[in-house]
């Protein structure tokens, strides 16, 4: 049964890579001025980091989306230039990419994720 959970925590993640590899992709071709099959280089470099902190996400599969999550893992910068590409590209998902996008509005019905192995501590001071 591990194995079939694996399975499904590799389609989830390779899931976010490709909605994220198709929201750059919009966003890219109509801000960039590329065309639709090649990132300019700047779109390539936070496609890569997008990728890197996917996985590397510590809740993988039982993931919300990241913008639900308890823990921001993109550097500031990273997180601004990401969060300007989803402000554009999201809405236009629904017409251009229909299926990725009713994928992504589940993800965010998810429950936010809880971290194993770390206790909360209250100090009072």
């Not at 899931?15 to 280089?41: I, N, P, W």
């Not at 470099?45 to 996400?57: I, N, P, S, T």
């Not at 990273?78 to 992504?104: C, E, N, Q, S, T």
Request: with cysteine; hydrophobic share 35%; charged share 30%.
């Amino acid at each position: 049964m591990v194995r079939v959970r694996g399975m499904a925590e590799q389609r989830r993640m390779a899931r976010e890579r490709k909605t994220v590899e198709a929201m750059l992709r919009l966003y890219c071709r109509e801000q960039h001025s590329s065309d639709g099959e090649m990132l300019c280089a700047e779109c390539i470099e936070l496609r890569d980091y997008a990728w890197l902190r996917l996985q590397k996400c510590p809740f993988q599969a039982g993931k919300t989306t990241c913008t639900k999550c308890p823990v921001h893992c993109y550097k500031p910068a990273m997180r601004a230039r990401i969060r300007d590409v989803m402000r554009y590209a999201g809405p236009r998902m629904i017409y251009k990419h229909p299926l990725m996008a009713i994928g992504h509005l589940f993800d965010g019905l998810r429950q936010e994720p809880v971290r194993r192995g770390r206790k909360e501590v209250n100090i009072e001071i």
